[in-house]
Structure formats: C-alpha cells, structure tokens
C-alpha cells in the first residue's frame, strides 16, 4: 500500500503548507497576547489566571468563569479582551474542572448541592481578588458561560459590590425582577431556547413588558438605578463558538465599559479563526507525517467485512449494548457520567470482538494469533508504530489543545480516572478497526460504525433520560473526537499496513481526551 512516488510529492506539499499556516496561526495568537500580563496563582487550592494590562494602571476587577467540563483557556477570548482594555482578569478552573485539584461534591442537578459548592467557591476567589487586587471600596463585575452563568448570578445576588453580571448562553433559575444588578445575556444565534430564556430574563425586570415583546440588542432600564437588562444574540454560532464570537466579545466589553463608565478602544481577542486554523493545520499535518511510520504489514490484516457482515458485527451490539445496560449500575467512578461512557465502550466491543470472531468461522488460538499478523519483528514495529501515533495525539495536539482551547494536562488524580475509560475504549477501538480495515474494506465503513455507536448512546439515554442526561452535553465531544482521530486512524493504516496500530493508539488518546473533560465528583457535600 505504499504511495506513488506522486503522492509523496503531494504529502511533502500538505506538510509545508500545514507548517505555514501553523506558524501563522501562533504569530497571530500571541500577538493577541502582546501587552496583557499573564500571573498564574492558586486561591485556596483554585487555580487561577489573572490577565491585566502590562503599561496601565489596575483597572476594575471581572471573574471570569467557564461552564460544565470547561476550563480556564476556553475563557480566553474574553479574558484577553477584557484585559486589553484596562480590566483586571480573574479567570479560575471550577471544582472538579480543568487542574483544579479538588473534586465537586453534591448534587449536580440540584441548586442546593454542587451548584452551592461552586458559589461558595467563587466568593472565595472574589474575597481574595478584593483582599489582593482592589480597594475595599471598589466595585467588581462577573462573567460566566453556561453552567457558570447561574453560579455568577447567584453570587451576584449575595454582594453588593457586584455591578454588572455578563451570562453567555446564560440559564439562571434564580434570577428575579430586582437581582443581579444590571445583567446581560449573550446567547449564540442556534441557541433559541436560551434566547427565549433571555427575552423572559429582561421582561420580568418591567411590569409593562412582555418576553415577546423584549427586543434582541436593545438595553432596558438603567445602569444608574442598576435595572439595565439585555441581551443580545451572537449571529451563526452555537454553545461553544458563542466564545468566539467577536459579537459576544464586543457585547460583554460595552455593557462592563457602560457599567463602570468607562470609554475603552473597543478592541477584541479575534482568537477563533486563528484556533480554528491551528487545530486544522495541526491535524492536517498527521497525513504527510504518517509516511515516517514504519511498515508492519501489507494491508491484509483486518476483516474487511462487506455490508452484511458490518450490520451483524455492529449493529447487534449498537442495539444490546444500552438494553443490557439499563438495569445495571455504573456509577463507579467518581467523574461525570464517565462510567456509563466507559462500560457502554466496553461492552459493545467485547461483543463486537465475539461476533467478529464467530462470523470469522471461529478460529482457534493458533488462527487468531496468524490473523494478528504479529510476529517476530512485526511486533516490535507494531509497538514502535502506536508510540508514534500516541506521541502525535498526545503531545504534539495535546499541548496545541492545552494552550489554546481547555485544560488537556490534568492533575494526577485524573490518571486513574483515564486508566479506567481506557479499559473500556481498548475493547472497542481494537474491534472496530480490525472490522473496517482490511482486504475489500468498504469505503464509508468506518463513518458507519461511529454512527452506529452514537445511536446506541441516543438509546442509552431514551432509556434512562434522568440518569443520562449529561450524556446529550458530551456527544458533539465525541462526535469531533471520532472524526479527528478517523483522519489519524486511515492515515496510520494506510502507511503501517495493520489496523491494531492505530487501534490501540486510538483508545488510549480518546481515554485521555474523555478522561480530562468529564468534571470530577467526590460524592455528597460535606
């Protein structure tokens, strides 16, 4: 299956253009950099990041917090921004979340349980912002995306010296006609049930208004009396890209100037287009780079299976794995619904694996180490190859991912946690490979099994939508996991010749991934 001698000279040409927007995309975002301090502090076991303009004056004080399996990097778009306009930054990873140590206790779902862990966390870090970066006397404002949009209201209602609350794709129950003091919701423009949440949010706060009549874009009331309400809706994007959005970031810079009174630049982090293109030259770059594999086999290792046998191997298992499951516990683990993720990854390989071997004609022992294809020096390549590919998704993406987008490199106390996910992902990854690579594999096959696998995640969750509810939040993660390393995955066995190699490489980088985005419990509060 090696390449013609054209294709090499294409790939060389994929590299260099690949290494050419890479270098272009981190010029573009550092620049973005230029003049903004970075401090990285720890507040009572937080970590935390405070952003501030290097050749001014300390100006108003904004936290800044992420939303559920966020992190502080996904928050810098408005971090940046704001301190590029005189504002002091206190941006910091929530219990459970990102490097933070510590674990979230309580319910996740109740307002009573983790919701008022992370309230209490966030007015320790206000105590020392105001004890380290402001005057007794000076107000502050918050910002929060998502889950932190109800966490920051309802530490806003708590203090006084909260003057203005920025909710991005903002759902707070507890929000009422006088509290928080002059609040605005910035919501994507394919989040339409959050802008109607925003038009109710603005319309309690005026007897004369109702929720169809609030106008997107226009402030009600006003920042004088500490009544202004908005909101405002960020065009073309969705819950993620809303952070990107240069319409979020030059919303929330223009109600936090009104509210201090303030007249800044009006200059905003324009970091999406640039992340966008470093993560797509980064992944681009694994094609030409997969030639310096070394060659394990010929290309006819792998079932190769035809449509029929492909619905068998997979679709049975797509369809018993959630069935199967839904009677039985799998809350061993004390993350986020990463449990259920693991052992339904777990399950549907195994029995993927069972059916592969018994459509196979269920060869013995000997058969089954001969279809492996390795032996001998095989081996050594094999192991030398998923290294390789491990390195590229770990290190070489892994460290792209962790400066630009959200934490990739947790604490150690996550490490049992991906160890865990891994045993179910090895299963799944290994089976799902050999049944799509191989003589006669069918174009698209690949695609399908994925697809198969998210519609046995859907069923999951139709059986039991209370308990598996989070599993809705973390699907388009995984959706843009098997279509990233899917390229890494035909890549690795076009040029190695055996689909184990990315096989295993593929379930140990997709372990770390879940295993540092799902957020980190420790059971009941207190």
Known sequence: MAGSGGSARWDWLWAVAALVAIGLALFQLLKDERGIER??????????????????????????????????????????????????????????????????????????GAAQALVEQTQRVADYARAELMGEDEPMAVLGHSMASNIIVRFAQQRDDVVATVGVSMFAPTVDAETPANLMSVVGGFERRLQEEGQRVVAMAFDDLEPDQVEMGRTYGSFAEGNARRIAVAPGVEHVAVLYSQTSLQEALAWLDQAFEREGEGWVAARGPWVALLLASIIALARPAARLLPRVGQGEYGAGAGWRRLAVVAGIPALATPLVLAPVPTDFLPVVIGDYVAVHFAL????????????????????????????????????????????????????????????????????????????????????????????????????????????????????????????????????????VYGLFSRWVYRHTGHPLVAGLANAVAFAWALGVTFPMLGGPAG
């Open 39 to 112: 401090e990285a502090v720890t507040i009572d076991e937080t970590p935390a990041t405070i952003f501030r303009p290097a050749s001014e004056a300390t100006g108003p004080v904004v936290l800044v917090s992420h939303g559920f399996a966020g992190s502080r990097p996904l928050m810098d778009p408005f971090a940046l921004t704001l301190a590029g306009n005189g504002y002091t930054v206190v941006s910091f990873d929530y219990l459970g979340h990102g490097r933070n140590p510590r674990p979230l206790h309580g319910d996740i779902t109740a307002q009573d």
């Open 348 to 483: 549907f390989g195994l029995l993927s694996a069972a059916l592969l071997w018994w459509t196979a004609g269920c060869p013995g022992p000997r058969g089954m180490v001969a279809a492996l294809g390795l032996r001998g020096g095989a081996g050594w390549r094999w192991l030398l190859g998923v290294t390789a590919v491990l390195a590229y998704c770990l290190v070489i993406l892994g460290v792209v991912l962790d400066q630009f987008v959200t934490v990739f490199y947790p604490s150690w106390e996550r490490l049992p946690l991906i160890l865990a996910i891994a045993a179910g992902t090895l299963p799944f990854f290994l089976a799902d490979e050999w049944l799509t690579r191989g003589t006669g594999m069918r174009r698209g096959a690949y695609a399908v099994t994925k697809v198969l696998f998210l519609v046995s995640l859907g069923l999951a969750v139709a059986l039991d939508p209370e308990g598996l509810f989070f599993l809705l939040l973390i699907v388009p993660v995984v959706v843009v996991f098997f279509a």
